[in-house]
């Protein structure tokens, strides 16, 4: 059925080939040249893969596997990352990491929205700058594919600049009606830490998705106050309640 809907519309090569009209120096041009002799040779209406999540974001760029042209520098380049040692230091006490990472809460807590998006995006061009070397540790280390492992390194690029974007736009404050007069102001704050554990089908992607999600504010606070409420507040605050 297929074959004859293709062949027997009216715009087929079989089809314009019977008719006395169409000169057959049209039908045997040479593509390549007609397309090359139009001015516009994309479709306006048709976004670059580049572009498909954009003003957001930017998608993470990908590799034609099927190309030797691709492949035989990228295999090169894994081969080359293969050389190089990847020492694992040994495991400090876990209340000390806990400890630590108290530690610094506070000050990647204070940290604007926007530098915390800007570390997550430059996180991102890391990715795909190491992609070579990231691709082999997955290759290596879980048996993937090249697509698995290039689909992986794509998917934890996605990752950071999706909560990135999200980021700047769901951490401004949030002006809430207040029916009595009061200022209702909805925004994002942290919870604290979080302990996030690499699973073994997908170490790096799904272990930096927790990672860049708990990287931007997560908890919702919801504020209110009036004008009494926060003096009373002041007076609770000054007699240590």
Partial sequence: ?????????????????????????????????????????????????????????ANSSGLDLTDPGVTEPLLAAMQEARKKEWPVPAAPPLDKVFSAAQAAFGTWHRRPVEERAAALNRLSGLLERDRAALMALLADEGGKTLPDALSEVREATDFCRYYAARARQDFTPEILPGPTGERNTLTLHGRGVFACISPWNFPLAIFLGQVAARARRRKQRHRQARAADAARGGSCRQAGA
């Fill in 1 to 57: 059925m297929r074959r004859l809907l293709e062949n027997g519309a009216n715009s087929s090569f079989i089809n314009q080939l019977t008719d006395p009209r169409i000169d057959i120096a049209h039908l045997t041009a040479d593509p390549a040249a007609l397309l090359k002799a139009k001015e516009q040779k994309r479709h306006p209406a048709v976004i670059l893969p580049k572009y498909i999540y954009a003003p957001e974001r």
